[in-house]
């Protein structure tokens, strides 16, 4: 099954170019935000990454595959910092607080950014066993899922619940199929219905949690935090 997962990669690529196209891509560079462009390299990276040592693997490439994948133990920490430093960027303050629809996006951000540094840093403590060390790395992949979908302009009309609910469902459809596909593997197939749940942890809080004082508290902190 992770043979082709390389294809697979680069159908996100595409998808994620498509859905940032209208506010990324199709702009003129000089116009947007140095934190955004610095973020948007990053995860471009990440992407250009998971690509090359998919293939590497379906040709037998191992140990390129393992020196082209120490270069991510660069490479995650600048994303981590790319991404923290647009989420504060993109802050905004009406009446010496943060409005609640950033509250919610500066939640999806971070919670995503979570998601994501789980499961790379159990890929890599697992790194000496290919089948969960794969299924890992993989997972990773997913949390790009809700970022590039909702911004596809679907002509969806208005819903009587967040559009959030529908790429969150997407995700875990996704992560469910491949529980599915894998049923009858003998090696890490623990690994999926794991990531489910913590998948569904987060996107429950997202949904429920971020209106709460405990989150608007830190919302409000860290607007004021000096990052940008």
Same mark, same amino acid.
């Given at each position: 099954m992770f043979r082709n997962s390389g294809f697979y990669f680069i159908l996100l690529l595409f998808v994620a170019l498509i859905g940032f196209w209208p506010s990324y891509?199709?702009? *003129?560079?000089?116009?947007?935000?140095?934190? $955004?462009h610095f973020h948007a390299v990053s995860m471009l990276l990440w992407l250009c990454l998971l690509i090359a040592q998919a293939f590497l693997i379906r040709y037998k490439q191992y140990r390129l595959h393992r020196m082209v994948g120490k270069f991510s133990y660069l490479? /995650?920490? %600048?994303?981590? /910092?790319?991404? %923290?430093?647009l989420a504060h960027y993109q802050i905004v303050i009406e009446d010496g607080a943060v409005p609640p629809f950033?509250?919610?996006?500066?939640?999806? @951000?971070?919670?995503l950014l979570c998601l994501f540094i789980i499961a790379y840093g159990l890929a890599?403590?697992?790194? =000496? @066993? +290919?089948?969960? =060390?794969a299924r890992? !790395?993989?997972? #990773?992949?997913? #949390? &790009?899922?809700? +970022?590039? /979908?909702?911004?596809?302009? &679907?002509?969806? +009309?208005? &819903?009587?619940?967040?559009?959030?609910?529908? $790429?969150f469902a997407l995700t875990d459809l996704l992560?469910?199929? !491949?529980?599915?596909?894998?049923?009858? @593997? $003998?090696?890490?197939r623990e690994v999926f219905p794991l990531m489910l749940i913590i998948f569904v942890?987060? @996107? *429950?809080?997202? &949904?429920? *949690?971020? =209106?709460? =004082?405990? *989150? #608007?508290d830190f919302a409000n902190w860290f607007a004021g935090l000096p990052l940008t």
């Open positions: 891509f199709s702009r *003129w560079l000089p116009d947007i935000d140095a934190y $955004t490479l /995650v920490p %600048v994303l981590i /910092v790319s991404l %923290v430093l950033r509250r919610y996006i500066l939640f999806l @951000q971070l919670s890599i403590l697992y790194r =000496h @066993q +290919p089948a969960r =060390h890992y !790395m993989i997972t #990773t992949a997913f #949390t &790009l899922i809700d +970022p590039a /979908v909702a911004r596809i302009p &679907l002509g969806i +009309p208005d &819903l009587p619940f967040s559009y959030q609910v529908l $790429t992560i469910i199929l !491949m529980i599915i596909l894998e049923r009858k @593997q $003998t090696k890490g942890f987060f @996107q *429950w809080l997202n &949904l429920n *949690w971020t =209106h709460s =004082h405990q *989150w #608007t």
